[in-house]
């Protein structure tokens, strides 16, 4: 469902993706997991078409990206860190704006409206403005409206960050379920190590724009001699703490900046 091979992203002198390869299966859950600043968002904007590889090839569905933006965006789903919901429109306004954006039949948008609403516990709260919801609650119907148009892929960068470990827990099992049920695969990042050992059937791990780690938790974990994935995580990045621009010049900021800039 998703193949890289030697991908490269660079912004001006400085390399943010370094000649990265990985392949997602069809339902797969996969999790993208490395320290601040290593590459992650950089590489899940070139598999959502929002940025533009310097080398190197990706497909999604067997598609190119960049050669087929439209095309790829019908295929994948997309919930970033940042909210992205209309709070001033009700939980099934904003699906239904998403479900128009897509250009979803009004009968088959209808009826995926009500189903994904009751499966993240949202039916009875349609009606009500989002900004009234609580950040659970937000983070749910993010993904809900994520799934409308029935997409062969989910991005999930970050779904869970601030939420409470109950919710956590409720929103991955909610996941999890329609993983199952309609074969959706799921690329997740997230920085709570317990759900990735928990949820991911394979994990890649990325530090200093390059991939470290390839395998499943168990393999991690065998392969560094260690009882968590956060200590296998540990022992495949080092425990410095991270900074975004720890080695990007001020002039690569720049650079970075501008280039995002135009993008958008």
Aim: charged residues 25%.
């Amino acid at each position: 469902m998703i193949r890289v091979e030697n991908l490269v992203r660079k912004f001006g002198d400085f390399t943010a993706v370094d000649h990265i390869s990985f392949q997602v299966g069809q339902g797969e859950i996969f999790a993208f997991l490395g320290p601040n600043g290593a590459g992650k968002t950089t590489t899940i904007k070139m598999l959502t078409t929002l940025l533009r590889p310097t080398s190197g090839t990706l497909q999604i569905d067997g598609l190119d990206p960049a050669a087929h933006p439209h095309e790829v965006r019908k295929r994948f789903g997309i919930v970033f860190q940042d909210p992205s919901l209309d709070q001033d429109m009700t939980a099934y306004e904003n699906m239904e704006l998403h479900g128009v954006f897509y250009h979803v039949p009004r009968k088959l948008r209808v009826e995926r409206i009500e189903l994904l609403l009751r499966l993240f516990e949202l039916w009875e709260r349609r009606n009500e403005q989002v900004k009234l919801f609580s950040g659970g609650m937000k983070r749910r119907l993010e993904i809900a409206r994520g799934l409308l148009h029935t997409p062969k892929i989910v991005f999930l960068d970050e779904p869970t960050l601030g939420l409470d470990p109950q919710t956590r827990n409720q929103l991955w099992s909610h996941v999890k379920k329609l993983n199952q049920t309609e074969g959706v695969t799921v690329f997740l990042t997230t920085h709570y190590m317990d759900e990735a050992d928990r949820v991911a059937q394979r994990i890649a791990i990325i530090d200093h724009g390059k991939i470290v780690a390839q395998g499943s938790p168990q393999e991690l974990k065998q392969q560094t001699g260690k009882d968590s994935l956060e200590e296998a995580f540990l022992a495949f990045t080092g425990s410095t703490i991270r900074d975004e621009s720890a080695n990007v010049s001020h002039d690569q900021l720049k650079a970075m900046a501008r280039m995002w800039g135009n993008r958008r």
